[in-house]
């Protein structure tokens, strides 16, 4: 809002938080790869919630752009997710980790109800056999995934919504 209501420079408001955080701030820059190594064990779409990513660094010393480093329930939830020695903050705002991510969470989204419908149509030839000991695990494995999907993206879908309990019958 301060940026297209009252133009202020991503620059600006960075720095006053980083006043009031006493956290150094540190902006988007397109020259940044992400650490893959430590970004293996991490969703985009949770990151993205959370706000969130590690910009730089190792197992030994990480490098993590936050945008509220006062929140200590995110900092030890970062801490036993990473598990590394040493941890360095930086705040930042939100678009700019959006940014770090892909894009946001509509733009860059994890695949909708119709690309899961089309993958369970897809894996419908595949039949479980539950009386064979020796089926093929791939096989298995390949018309799970589907159902993986599909229980994901309801999950993803129901917290979107704000919903508290979800209900399956089945028919």
Same mark, same amino acid.
């Given at each position: 809002?301060?940026?297209d209501?009252?133009k202020?420079?991503p ?17 988007? /820059?397109k020259n940044?790869?992400?650490? !893959?190594?430590l ?13 969130w ?8 010393e990480?490098? !993590?752009? !936050?945008?509220d ?6 900092i030890m ?11 360095v903050f930086?705040v930042g705002?939100?678009?700019? !980790?959006?940014?770090?991510l892909g894009?946001?969470?509509?733009e860059d /989204?994890?695949? +909708?109800f119709d ?7 897809a894996?419908?030839?595949?039949e479980?056999?539950?009386?064979? @000991? @020796?089926?093929d /695990?791939a096989?298995s494995?390949?018309?799970?995934? +589907? ?6 993206r309801i999950?993803?879908?129901?917290d979107?919504?704000g919903?508290s309990?979800?209900h399956?019958?089945? +028919?």
């Amino acid at each position: 809002m301060l940026m297209d209501d009252y133009k202020l420079e991503p620059q600006e408001i960075g720095k006053s938080l980083e006043l009031y955080y006493r956290v150094p701030w540190m902006g988007y /820059d397109k020259n940044i790869t992400l650490p !893959i190594d430590l970004m293996e064990n991490l969703g985009a779409s949770y990151l993205r919630n959370n706000l969130w990513v590690p910009v730089a660094g190792s197992k030994e010393e990480v490098t !993590i752009l !936050i945008s509220d480093p006062s929140n200590y329930q995110r900092i030890m939830e970062i801490q036993g997710i990473l598990n590394a020695r040493n941890y360095v903050f930086r705040v930042g705002l939100a678009e700019d !980790i959006l940014r770090y991510l892909g894009g946001t969470e509509e733009e860059d /989204d994890t695949e +909708g109800f119709d690309d899961v419908f089309k993958s369970l149509e897809a894996e419908s030839g595949v039949e479980l056999d539950d009386s064979k @000991d @020796d089926r093929d /695990d791939a096989e298995s494995a390949a018309a799970a995934s +589907g159902i993986i999907q599909l229980v994901n993206r309801i999950i993803i879908e129901s917290d979107k919504l704000g919903g508290s309990d979800i209900h399956i019958e089945p +028919g």
